[in-house]
């Protein structure tokens, strides 16, 4: 199966800063990618479509001026949370929809927590 | 669209009884149906999967699930709890489009009782 590498695993930063989150597809190409967010006690829900070479696709009430998703390359996307308050801490991760599976790959996860 | 509801957001079983947690599904087109598993701090990793044909599927760690479309379930059972098997259950659902795009149930989290 696909291997998908999210980095870093926890950050603690402080409010009002940026934080920056990466997700690589190790060996294969990815065209879309997929964040989500998890709070605590409750299920994942997808935050955005990362499109490589496109504008991300943002799901109904999912700021995308502080939520930056670039995707830069085919095994490349980073969401940046921008200006980050206590409210945004919160499980983040990224799956890759790998064409020839039918099911989705997932990072390890980013455990940010906004102090 | 899609929609999964997991019943039960905590079960507990002893070590060596059965687990059976719940999962129906609600959607438009013919699913692909999910069991994940999450660690704590920790991704999500694939138990099994159902896509088509033989609706009793059998995945890792001993854990299978039966695709019942009558019922719109997809219920995950083991007979055998082991303490290792404490973790959270995610029931998901995503359609044929391609996109992939995966539907979460709300989580069980189990737990085994020693």
């Known amino acids: 199966g696909a291997v998908v590498s999210q980095h870093p695993s926890w950050v603690i930063c402080k409010s009002g800063t940026s934080v920056k989150i990466e997700c690589r597809s190790l060996d294969f190409q990815a065209t879309t990618m997929f964040w989500y967010r998890q709070f605590p006690k409750q299920s994942l829900m997808l935050m955005a479509t990362?499109?490589?070479?496109?504008?991300?696709?943002?799901e109904q009430g999912v700021e995308k001026d502080k939520f930056l998703i670039n995707h830069a390359s085919l095994t490349l996307s980073t969401l940046t949370v921008t200006s980050a308050h206590p409210e945004d801490s919160s499980f983040y991760i990224c799956s890759v929809p790998p064409g020839g599976y039918t099911e989705a790959f997932f990072g390890q996860g980013t455990r940010l927590t906004v102090v | 669209a899609q929609s999964v509801t997991q019943l039960g957001s905590h079960v507990s079983v002893s070590e060596g009884a059965l687990v059976l947690l719940r999962c129906n599904y609600s959607s438009s087109v013919p699913p692909y149906l999910f069991w994940y598993v999450q660690y704590p701090n920790q991704g999500l990793q694939l138990l099994l999967k159902y896509t088509t044909g033989a609706t009793l599927v059998k995945g890792i760690n001993g854990f299978e699930a039966e695709f019942k479309k009558s019922e719109t379930s997809f219920h995950l059972t083991k007979p055998s709890a082991h303490m290792s098997d404490a973790a959270e259950y995610f029931c998901?659902?995503?359609?044929?489009?391609?996109?992939?795009?995966?539907?979460f149930g709300t989580g069980t989290r189990l737990t085994v009782i020693p």
């Open positions: 990362s499109n490589e070479g496109s504008k991300a696709t943002y």
């Open positions: 998901a659902v995503s359609d044929l489009t391609g996109a992939n795009n995966l539907f």
